[in-house]
C-alpha cells in the first residue's frame, strides 16, 4: 500500500482484503506457480557446464606472500565461454567471455545484482557483494552457481 494514504482508507483496505482472503482464499501451490512463472523468462539462457575448477583440480596460482590462493574457473555452454579468476580475498572477480556478449553482463549474488563492465575484448573486473555468486549472460547464458 502506498504510505500516504489516509488511516481510514488503510482500515478499508485491510478489511477488504481480509474478507477476499475468506471469500476466495488462493489456492495451495498458485503463489509458488505465479513466482515460478516469472522466471520463465529466462528459459532461452542455457545454464554454462563447468569445464575447469582449479579448487577440484588441485591446481593452485599463489600471490608472492599470500597464504590464500586465486581460484581458475572456466564455464562453457554451446556458443560461450566464461573464464575467471577470483581474487585471493575473494572480494573480485577476473575474467574474459569469448564471444564478447553484445547484451547485458551481470553478477548475482546473495548481495544483489551488480552490472558487469565488458570491454572489447570481452574483459572485465568485478567486485564480488557476497558469495555464492553467478554471472549471467543476459538472453544467453548463466553459470551455476559458486562459492568463494
Known amino acids: 500500500m502506498p504510505d500516504d494514504l489516509d488511516p481510514r482508507d488503510r482500515e478499508v483496505l485491510a478489511a477488504a482484503a ?3 482472503d475468506h471469500a476466495e482464499p ?3 501451490g498458485v503463489l509458488d506457480a505465479a513466482y515460478a ?3 520463465m523468462a529466462r528459459l532461452d ?4 557446464a563447468l569445464a575447469f575448477d582449479s579448487l577440484v583440480a588441485g591446481v593452485a ?3 608472492a606472500g599470500s597464504e590464500r590462493q586465486a581460484r581458475l574457473i572456466s564455464f562453457v555452454a554451446d556458443q560461450v565461454t566464461i573464464d575467471i579468476e ?3 580475498d575473494g572480494t573480485s572477480i577476473l575474467g574474459q567471455i569469448d564471444p564478447v556478449p553484445t547484451g547485458e553482463v551481470l553478477l548475482e549474488s546473495d ?3 551488480v552490472e558487469v563492465a565488458v570491454d572489447e575484448f570481452g574483459r572485465f573486473r568485478v567486485g564480488v557483494p557476497a558469495w555464492p555468486a553467478r554471472l549471467r549472460v543476459v538472453g544467453a547464458t548463466v553459470t551455476p552457481w559458486v562459492s568463494g
Open 86 to 88: 577470483v581474487s585471493e
Open 26 to 28: 488462493i489456492p495451495p
Open 45 to 48: 539462457e542455457e545454464l554454462a
Open 61 to 63: 596460482m599463489r600471490a
Open 18 to 20: 481480509d474478507w477476499f
Open 37 to 39: 512463472a516469472g522466471g
Open 111 to 113: 548481495g544483489g545484482d
